[in-house]
């Protein structure tokens, strides 16, 4: 009877024992659940750092011509490089050809003219008035010996005034061999210098005409006017082009150039001048080094992210301008280059 008393403590004891295990035991199962939760969230909803990418850009010339025609020939195609002075299309234009024959026949009319001018008057009529002008000389003779005897005589008295003034048409006389001996004289030395001049200058008009549409007929077959890569070209063979339509792009990749977007909060130590180093992923992950050579603001439309909440202003985006320091074989427009982590 007297150990009964001391059997019932213990049992009481275990089984408290065991309940405070068990909330112990769901206690800890929460504390880690707690834990695991926080360190995903911290993992998958945590600031990452980010991953900053950039686009390959080339300078592209377009090529167009200056007459609208009709093309007959490509004489390259899409993808194949191509050197400055290379023809790479012809162009027919018969408008072109007619203003050119039009030009030539002006240009024919004003020599005639000009050698008129300079040759002066045909022989006939130089030696037409060389006849007047003889025979104004001889009537000027005549009248002199008329005027002498008529003069003598009413001197003497014999031969009254009035016949005396009717002898006196000796000036009018002398005034029509001089007109007959300018007449011929002109007749001689030709146009005057001034016709002379005029007349050249349709000549030098005329010639400068055909310049101009030899000038136009170049433009028939257009020329490279860069080393580069023909990128794309817009018409097809036979179709017609207008004046100054783009008919083909030459890359130039000698302007290599890679364009990233930056936040401004990654601008730090980030100068004109300073080199980033990167990778090609359509190269394989090939390694490149480049060199910053402009930076600018992209204006508020690229605006990357707002920390109003927190800083009271945005942060604003920047374009940064990189080159390759070396040459990249393979590297075209349009291929990505990421940068390595930690440079921004």
């Known amino acids: 009877m007297s150990t009964q008393p001391t059997q019932q403590p213990t049992q009481n004891e275990a089984a408290n024992a065991s309940s405070k295990k068990s909330i112990i035991f769901g206690v800890g199962i929460v504390v880690v659940a707690m834990v695991l939760l926080a360190l995903s969230g911290f993992i998958f909803f945590g600031e990452k750092e980010d991953i ?17 025609g009709r093309i007959t020939e490509f004489l390259v195609s899409e993808g194949q490089s191509v050197h400055r002075g290379d023809t790479l299309v012809r162009i027919y ?17 004003a020599e005639a003219q000009s050698q008129k001018a300079q040759a002066g008057a045909r022989r006939e009529q130089k030696e037409g008035a060389y006849e007047l002008w003889q025979k104004a000389k001889a009537g000027l003779e005549v009248a002199e010996k008329s ?12 031969l009254p005034a009035q016949k005396y003034d009717e002898a006196a048409q000796l000036n ?18 030709g146009a005057q210098r001034e016709d002379k001049w005029a007349a050249q200058a349709l000549v030098d008009r005329a ?14 077959a257009l020329i490279a006017p860069i080393d580069g890569i023909i990128s794309e070209i817009y018409p097809h063979q ?20 890679v364009l990233f977007a930056v936040r401004e909060d990654k601008l730090a130590g980030l100068r004109q001048g300073s080199k980033l180093h990167g990778t090609i992923p359509a190269l394989g992950g090939k390694k490149v080094e480049l060199t910053v050579s402009k930076m600018k603001d992209m204006g508020s439309y690229a605006t990357w992210k707002a920390t109003k909440p927190r800083d009271q202003h945005d942060l604003r985006t920047f374009e940064v301008t990189a080159q390759p320091t070396q040459p990249v074989e393979g590297l075209l427009a349009g291929m990505t280059i990421v940068l390595d982590k930690g440079q921004l």
């Open 172 to 189: 009018a006389m002398r005034a029509t061999e001089r007109a007959a001996r300018s007449q011929y004289d002109m007749a001689m030395n």
């Open 207 to 220: 010639s400068g005409a055909i310049s101009e549409v030899d000038a136009y007929l170049k433009e028939g």
């Open 52 to 68: 900053i990418t950039g686009q390959v850009e080339v300078d592209e010339v377009r090529i167009a011509g200056k007459v609208p």
């Open 147 to 158: 005027f002498a005897r008529v003069e003598r005589l009413y001197k003497e008295g014999i």
């Open 238 to 257: 036979g179709e017609l082009v207008g004046t100054g339509a783009p008919i083909m792009s030459i890359s130039d990749y000698r302007a290599v150039r």
């Open 93 to 109: 234009s018969p408008e072109v050809l007619a203003k050119l024959e039009q030009a030539q026949a002006a240009k024919s009319a």
